[in-house]
């Protein structure tokens, strides 16, 4: 370089200089101007568990909007102790306040209110359902890496006294309602109804509609 330098007038060299710091300024601000993606944080299993959690929330709320009044008391089989689709949404609510409170370490605010027995209409099962989940959305939002592994001891419905962790237990509440969509969806499909994880989305051209 110091070769090069000696061969060409001092203008040209601090033109060169001023050139290279331009450009050091430069591409930072193309970079920000063309919407470069910004860099995602990894992935973490307390974020996928949360993900799930809205996944079904989402499935279970909008199923019981879009299921007509008059279906809510049907059920899927002809044994009485099969729930029907209204009692599938209030036992979703009342196992929502019930792991939810325990995974806050506070007292159930549903506790003694049997929900299943007591609503019949579809506003106010739906308003029951509603809140249930706002109320679980503070237990989900409030898990972290650090305190999801911290063991907790709660009581099952049978009044029997076990431990589990924060995360395992906010888990189970997430299976337990995607086995009750499970039954919902049942129900739904016997008045034709499709239910809201199969509803049809605009398929790319050229593509075969996937089966449901």
Partial sequence: MKELRKYLPKSAARLGVLALLGTAFVVPAIAQQTGA???QPPP??????RNFYNGIKNNIVRSGEK??????????GTQMEVRTFGQHLA????FNYLWCAQAKGEKNPNAGIELEKTLTKKDDILQALRASFEYCDGAYNAL???NAGDIITITQESGRQ???T??????LNVVHNEELYGSIVTTMRIKDIVPTSSERRPQPAGQEPRLQ
Avoid at 67 to 76: H, K, Q, T
Avoid at 166 to 171: A, E, K
């Fill in 144 to 146: 972290t890496d650090a």
């Fill in 162 to 164: 076990v431990q589990q």
């Fill in 91 to 94: 036992h979703s609510a009342k």
């Fill in 44 to 49: 973490t299993v307390v974020g996928a568990l």
């Fill in 166 to 171: 924060r995360m395992g237990l906010l888990m």
């Fill in 67 to 76: 299921m007509p009044e008059e279906f809510y008391g049907l059920r899927p």
């Fill in 37 to 39: 993606p910004a860099m």
